[in-house]
């Protein structure tokens, strides 16, 4: 099973500023790795797929880089309500596994 | 617009089973392999299982945890998609999403419920 790390667990950011969460996985995937933002008492959405394409609709505040074993989430000038929770997920290989989650809180 | 409704959660004992149904418009049902993910309450998300479309066999596939227990099966006539969860454990406790393939995981459904408990 692929073990998808994320870091940092719990961030607190002001407005306008860059937040950049990372997920490492126990083994390369290639480019198959994705992100969802989740709101509180919300479905999760699709924010990036394949590591780096931006999904239709997403703010382009938001952007993906990475491939094999590291990859980074990046929100440029956050906004209040991008706060959530962020998950990344790998479709590389059965079992599919997700990270354990980043929490963005806004100052 | 690709809509995906679950249903059939609720409050069940340990040990019962529960069906849980995926009813989707939008797309071509048949076209596509059926997932199923997993959220339990405060918690992570987990992948639970899909089934392929009739054209790639319409098989199977489980996480560690489930297989044995639950099942998926469809109705390419009906659009809908099931999990049929048998000999439940109070870990089972989570909002139940589907959606279409098994790559990205496009659109979420608002969920189904299940709360395993005595």
């Known amino acids: 099973e692929i073990v998808l790390t994320q870091s940092p667990d719990f961030q607190s950011v002001t407005p306008k500023e860059k937040v950049t969460i990372t997920c490492r996985a126990s083994?390369?995937?290639?480019?198959?790795l994705h992100w969802y933002q989740q709101k509180p008492d919300q479905s999760p959405k699709l924010l990036i797929k394949y590591a780096s394409q931006s999904f239709s609709g997403v703010p382009s505040r938001f952007s993906g880089s990475g491939s094999g074993t590291d990859f980074t989430l990046t929100i440029n000038s956050l906004e209040a309500e991008d706060a959530a929770t962020y998950y990344c997920h790998q479709s590389s290989s059965l079992p599919q596994t997700f990270g354990q989650g980043t929490k963005v809180e806004i100052k | 617009e690709v809509q995906l409704v679950e249903s059939g959660g609720g409050l069940v004992q340990p040990g019962r089973s529960l069906r849980l149904s995926c009813t989707a418009s939008g797309f071509t049902f048949g076209d596509y392999a059926m997932s199923w993910f997993r959220q339990a309450p405060g918690k992570g998300l987990e992948w639970v299982g899909f089934?392929?479309?009739?054209?790639?066999?319409?098989?199977?596939e489980y996480a560690a945890s489930v297989k044995g227990r639950f099942t998926i099966s469809r109705d390419d006539s009906k659009s809908i998609a099931y999990l049929q969860m048998n000999s439940l454990k109070t870990e089972d406790t989570a909002v139940y999403y589907c959606?279409?393939?098994?790559?990205?995981?496009?659109?979420w459904g608002q969920g189904t419920l299940v709360t395993v408990s005595s």
């Open positions: 083994q390369s995937i290639g480019s198959s």
């Open positions: 089934i392929r479309s009739k054209a790639y066999g319409g098989t199977t």
């Open positions: 959606t279409p393939g098994v790559v990205t995981v496009d659109p």
